[in-house]
Each structure stands twice: as structure tokens, then as C-alpha cells.
T-cell receptor
Framework: LAKTTQPISMDSYEGQEVNITCSHN???????ITWYQQFPSQGPRFIIQ???TKVTNEVASLFIPADRKSSTLSLPRVSLSDTAVYYC????????????FGTGTQLKVEL | SQTIHQWPATLVQPVGSPLSLECTVE??????LYWYRQAAGRGLQLLFY??????ISSEVPQNLSASRPQDRQFILSSKKLLLSDSGFYLC??????????????FGPGTRLTVL
């Protein structure tokens, strides 16, 4: 499984756009990039997944450059409730995969 | 979607005592099941995963064990707890069938404190 590197923490204010970048220099051709969100004392929750270019859903956008060696999770207009840990993972798709969660990025949103 | 049940929610146990954490899954059949542990301020560590009844793979050598007596039941056990076993234990499930998403569904977790 490709190793990922992301900032340990980030701070933001309500209403701002937050971009969290993840580096995955050794990503393999068949790997997809997946992001999870975890609130305190809860299990992680799937946010978004992509292979290349841009993916957008009701929660976030994921930007992936052509070389796929990094990706950026974009959260538009964050609120206090977006305070959480965000994990970037890379793995092949398919039900039943083993996923490796790093330490993630602790996002703190303030008023 | 799948629903994962875990119990108990919190547990305080003395060192050397046994452990049994249970996880059950609703809303899917034949899932892959996982046990993770999360120490305070750390990421998730995969402990065990199972692709079917009686099939268990261990990721980390330790004094913990896992069993899958039924398709949608996954149990984490220990005969003698260590202080280092303290943490937040999460059960997760994912459909076995081919999927285009690496989406695992997590249970509410069990907070274990070993004293």
C-alpha cells in the first residue's frame, strides 16, 4: 500500500474554504485516492474517492493532478461541525480491501 | 447501507483479566469484517480481518485474538489484558462483492481502559 503524507493539523474559521493536501509519491497505477473523516469517539466515515482530475460530491471536492503524486481535499465554507480528523488513503478498489489509516490531519474550525 | 453494532460502548478492566468485544452487522451478507484499534491521538491500527466464517487473518502479533462464528458476527478476545491494550476498538464492514469504492462502514466503537 502506498504511503501517504499529510499535515498533522490545520486551523480555519467558519465560512472559509479548507484545502488539505496529501502526498503519495509511490502511488500505483491501480490505486485510488480515498478520504475519510473521523469525529472524536466515532469511527471514520467515507467522504470521497477519485482516480484522477476532479471529483465532487455534496460534501467535498477532490483534486488530483495528472501525475497523481498528490491530492487535495477541498471543503467549501467550513463550519464548526467540520472539526475532525481527515485521513487520506491510497489503495486499489474492490470490496474487502485492507485500508491503511495514517495519523490524518486534525482540522480545527473556529468562529 | 450497512449498520454495525458494537458492545459494550465503554469498558474498564484490570490487567490480567479476559476480554470479549462483540460486533454484529446488519444490512449486508457475506461481508469482510475488520477489527481496528486506535490509541489516543493516533491513527487506526488494523488488528484482524475476516473474509468469511472461521477465516481470520492477524495483522499484528499480540495477545488478542478474533473469531467469526457467524457470517455477520465478529468477536475480539483476550485471555489476559495488558495495559497497552487500552484504546478505542472499532469494528468495520465492507461488502465482499466488487465495488468501485474503498468504503468501509464503522461501528460506534468500544472505549477500553485497562488499569
Amino acid at each position: 500500500l502506498a504511503k501517504t503524507t499529510q499535515p498533522i493539523s490545520m486551523d480555519s474559521y467558519e465560512g472559509q474554504e479548507v484545502n488539505i493536501t496529501c502526498s503519495h509519491n509511490n502511488i500505483a497505477t491501480n490505486d485510488y485516492i480515498t478520504w475519510y473523516q473521523q469525529f472524536p469517539s466515532q469511527g471514520p466515515r467515507f467522504i470521497i474517492q477519485g482516480y484522477k482530475t476532479k471529483v465532487t460530491n455534496e460534501v467535498a471536492s477532490l483534486f488530483i493532478p495528472a501525475d497523481r503524486k498528490s491530492s487535495t481535499l477541498s471543503l467549501p465554507r467550513v463550519s464548526l461541525s467540520d472539526t475532525a480528523v481527515y485521513y487520506c488513503l491510497v489503495a486499489i478498489t474492490g470490496g474487502g480491501n485492507k485500508l491503511t489509516f495514517g495519523t490524518g490531519t486534525q482540522l480545527k474550525v473556529e468562529l | 447501507s450497512q449498520t454495525i453494532h458494537q458492545w459494550p460502548a465503554t469498558l474498564v478492566q484490570p490487567v490480567g483479566s479476559p476480554l470479549s468485544l462483540e460486533c454484529t452487522v446488519e444490512g449486508t451478507s457475506n461481508p469482510n469484517l475488520y477489527w481496528y484499534r486506535q490509541a489516543a491521538g493516533r491513527g487506526l491500527q488494523l488488528l484482524f480481518y475476516s473474509v468469511g466464517i472461521g477465516q481470520i487473518s492477524s495483522e499484528v502479533p499480540q495477545n488478542l485474538s478474533a473469531s467469526r462464528p457467524q457470517d455477520r458476527q465478529f468477536i475480539l478476545s483476550s485471555k489476559k489484558l495488558l495495559l497497552s491494550d487500552s484504546g478505542f476498538y472499532l469494528c468495520a464492514s465492507t461488502p465482499r462483492a466488487s465495488s468501485s469504492y474503498n468504503e468501509q462502514f464503522f461501528g460506534p466503537g468500544t472505549r477500553l481502559t485497562v488499569l
